[in-house]
């Protein structure tokens, strides 16, 4: 019996290319899923509108490394500069995650919730969730992700 294999492959193919495209779709705001992107445009524009509560994605250029704020959770906190000369205040979680190693002038590129503030804004949530019910954020540094 002569069976034609080419309709089978023909959709093992389409399926494969279906599961690539689903696995590398882009993170949404509530960061379920993804790869990497950029929303330098969505953190200005949400500085201009007061917004915040947003996930946002992006890099940055360390400009200041601040004493850790111990009242509380610790948290290191440092500035960062963006590409549009935006300034951003990071609130990383150290009890929540490990420190990242930064010293002024380093490029790190990060996830995490951004919200309002009449200097530039502040992102937070750089950590996995405790509770496992969103996916959290993170900071990269030197090939690194911290989370």
Not at 6 to 21: D, E, G, H, N, Y
Not at 44 to 50: D, R
Not at 92 to 121: C, M, Q, S
């Amino acid at each position: 019996m002569n069976v034609n294999r080419k309709p089978l492959w023909t959709i093992v193919l389409l399926l494969l290319l279906a599961a690539i495209w689903l696995w590398q779709s882009p993170v949404d705001e509530t960061g379920e899923s993804g790869a990497s992107r950029d929303d330098l445009a969505r953190i200005e524009e949400a500085f201009a509108e007061q917004r915040s509560d947003l996930w946002v994605e992006s890099g940055g250029t360390v400009a200041r490394v601040l004493r850790d704020d111990t009242d509380g959770s610790a948290h290191q906190r440092f500035l960062v500069e963006l590409a549009n000369g935006q300034t951003l205040l990071f609130a990383h979680n150290i009890d929540l995650a490990p420190r990242v190693p930064l010293e002024r002038g380093d490029r790190i590129t990060f996830r995490g919730e951004y919200e309002w503030n009449d200097k530039g804004g502040v992102i937070h949530w750089t950590h996995r969730d405790p509770r496992n019910r969103s996916a959290g954020g993170w900071i990269e540094h030197d090939g690194r992700r911290y989370r």
